[in-house]
């Protein structure tokens, strides 16, 4: 038996693939005459295989065959198709799908295709299913001032690259009149990039104070060697002249002083490197279901261990448990809280370097607790102005953190139990929740509540969730 496959006549996808692609489809491929039957594709072990997202991803190696995918591309090919499948269905609920039109548009200002410059059949699939919604956009939606300019680039740049080699006429294509802008925005990276480079730049000036600091420091080291050369030459010209002299001088050494062990940093919240965190974009782990994948900016310096670039971005890959917690659309370009010198982890086969600080409902007494969150669950929100990177700390509470907690000193298990959130939706650090601390703050401000303190910013903002109170967080 060989490979067959039967197209919908009411599937225009497939029926765009086949006329693109043709030497992609098995020879067998079909018409059906039924009007609303699905798209099958028959293999020759096993039961036939319905839908048309599941049938893209069979022939997108034989689309794209100078293409490779990573795990993490893969999953995120996936996400597309099934998103680009709920902006087409006509049962989707409007508002939705106006989020959804704006994390798209969002996602497409800083990348050429849905993967960043790599082509896939995700950028297909979403062309088709969308070109006939932008085809019935009025001017103000596509390049108004709230319009999705982005999609608009994007959709004519499918249907015209050559990468992508679609066949299609003039009269099918999406009419673009590029003169035809009524408001031009500024490119979205423009204020990221040069932030960037001052910081790059300032680190570059940094690094040559330190060697120039460096430079004093061995000019002075090396004439003290000179020195202590010539005294050792010294030395060996009267231990020539007197043996018994020279041995009766070594023997004569000084007693070693003990080193003073290095004092142990006090047990405090601001051990913990909090720190304001924007997701750039989150998938699906692809390798379990109740994980995401993020990547999140959080001001870290250029080549620092555990961190990549992403779009011009340092990024850290973040793996949190939130998947069928908080909708994956909520976990797109948003700024968040995150715990920055935790040990990293790999999670079934990602590495993940930092952990999103989210709120869920305290377990009620007598329940056993949890280590995991429980519905409702919802992400720490950092002011709308903090910006990626800037340090995050509870008020009466400030210090410098460590650079990575030790797991056996277990400083993150210790002091978690005082994470919670206030009646204000605040949230908080209650050192009477936390033993080891006897209920004390260090420091306290005057007017603060003793042993307790909100969430701040550096700029003075308060970390806030959106309904729970009393709640756990970590």
């Not at 979403?126 to 006939?132: H, M, Q, V």
């Not at 035809?180 to 480079?197: G, H, L, M, W």
């Not at 298990?413 to 260090?442: H, I, M, N, W, Y």
């Not at 909100?454 to 009393?470: A, I």
């Amino acid at each position: 038996m060989t490979t067959s496959l039967s197209i919908s006549p009411s599937d225009p996808l497939l029926t765009l693939l086949q006329r693109s692609f043709p030497s992609a489809f098995p020879p067998s491929t079909i018409t059906s005459d039924t009007p609303n039957s699905p798209s099958t594709l028959a293999l020759p072990s096993g039961s036939p295989v319905q839908g048309t997202n599941t049938i893209v991803s069979y022939l997108s190696p034989k689309i794209f065959p100078e293409a490779s995918y990573t795990d993490i591309e893969s999953a995120e090919i996936a996400q597309w198709l099934t998103l680009s499948a709920r902006l087409a269905s006509p049962s989707e609920d409007a508002n939705k799908v106006s989020d959804l039109l704006k994390t798209l548009n969002g996602h497409l200002s800083t990348r050429t295709t849905l993967l960043g410059a790599k082509p896939s059949v995700a950028d297909l699939t979403l062309y088709s299913r969308l070109a006939p919604t932008v085809m019935q956009w009025t001017p103000e939606q596509r390049t108004g001032e709230n319009g999705y300019h982005h999609i608009v680039r994007f959709i004519d740049f499918v249907q015209n690259a050559p990468v992508f080699g679609l066949k299609l006429t003039e009269g099918e294509k999406v009419a673009v009149d590029v003169d035809n802008v009524i408001f031009v925005q500024k490119p979205v990276d423009a204020k990221e990039e040069k932030d960037r480079r001052k910081k790059a730049a300032a680190a570059a000036l940094e690094g040559e104070s330190g060697k120039a600091a460096e430079g004093t420091k061995s000019k002075k080291n090396k004439a003290k060697e000179n020195l202590s050369e010539v005294k050792q030459a010294v030395k060996g010209v009267a231990a020539s002249a007197n043996p018994t002299a020279s041995k009766k001088e070594k023997k004569e050494k000084a007693p070693k002083t003990p080193k003073t062990p290095a004092k142990e940093a006090s047990l405090t919240p601001s051990l913990i490197d909090l720190r304001v965190g924007h997701i750039l974009k989150a998938i699906n782990h692809p390798n379990a279901d109740s994980l995401y994948v993020s990547t999140i900016a959080c001001g870290d310096p250029p080549n620092k261990e555990g961190t990549s670039e992403h779009e011009g971005q340092v990024v850290r890959t973040v793996c949190s448990g939130l998947n069928g917690l908080v909708p994956i659309e909520e976990m797109q370009n948003r700024k968040v809280v995150v715990v920055c010198n935790l040990k990293p982890v790999t999670m079934r086969g990602v590495k993940s370097s930092a952990m999103v600080l989210a709120a869920s409902p305290r377990p009620v007494e007598g329940e056993a607790p949890d280590d995991g969150h429980k519905g409702p669950v919802e992400l720490v929100t950092p002011p709308a102005d903090a910006k990626a990177g800037e340090r995050v700390f509870f008020e009466s509470w400030k210090g410098e953190p460590e650079g990575q907690l030790n797991p056996k000193k277990k400083i993150w298990e210790t002091l978690q139990p005082g994470f919670t959130t206030t009646e204000k939706r605040e949230v908080a650090f209650d050192s009477a929740a936390v033993p080891q601390l006897g209920g004390e703050g260090e420091g306290s401000a005057a007017g603060a509540v003793k042993g307790a303190g909100r969430l701040v910013t550096e700029s003075g903002g308060v970390c806030v969730v959106k309904t729970l109170t009393g709640a756990v967080v970590r």
